[in-house]
């Protein structure tokens, strides 16, 4: 089993940054990939981006590709998601993920982190 706390949400203004970090502990040999998720009030989940075991393929959502990036250091265990020119529209709670599995060459993400809020004002 893996568990994953995530830190660094907060309240920024538009065109303002955040890093959000994602601590994985326990069988964290045993993951395939890790993402970045978020849900905004009365939305559906969205998948912002996904990184490979060794960080060798990365993939972004069209929404926030050229602003975010999505990096592992995996002797610290931690996966990142740097936020750049965040605008009222990323507001949402942002949760880590890990897929131990991968079906129909989708990852299958069935471990969570608790969620950290990053809350854009215009």
């Known amino acids: 089993q893996v568990q994953l706390v995530e830190s660094g949400g907060g309240s920024v203004q538009t065109g303002g940054s955040l890093r959000l970090s994602c601590l994985a502990s326990?069988?964290?040999?045993?993951?395939?990939?890790m993402g970045w998720f978020r849900q905004a009030q009365g939305k559906e989940r969205e998948r912002v981006a996904q990184?490979?075991?060794?960080?060798?393929?990365?993939a972004y959502a069209d929404s926030v590709k050229g602003r975010f990036t999505i990096s592992r250091d995996n002797v610290k265990n931690t996966l990142y998601l740097q936020m750049n020119s965040l605008k009222p529209e990323d507001t949402a709670i942002y949760y880590c993920?890990?897929?131990?599995?991968?079906?129909?060459?989708?990852?299958?993400?069935?471990?969570w982190g608790q969620g950290t809020q990053v809350t854009v004002s215009s």
């Open positions: 326990g069988d964290t040999d045993s993951t395939l990939w």
């Open positions: 993920a890990a897929a131990q599995a991968v079906v129909r060459s989708s990852p299958l993400y069935d471990t």
């Open positions: 990184i490979t075991a060794r960080g060798g393929i990365v």
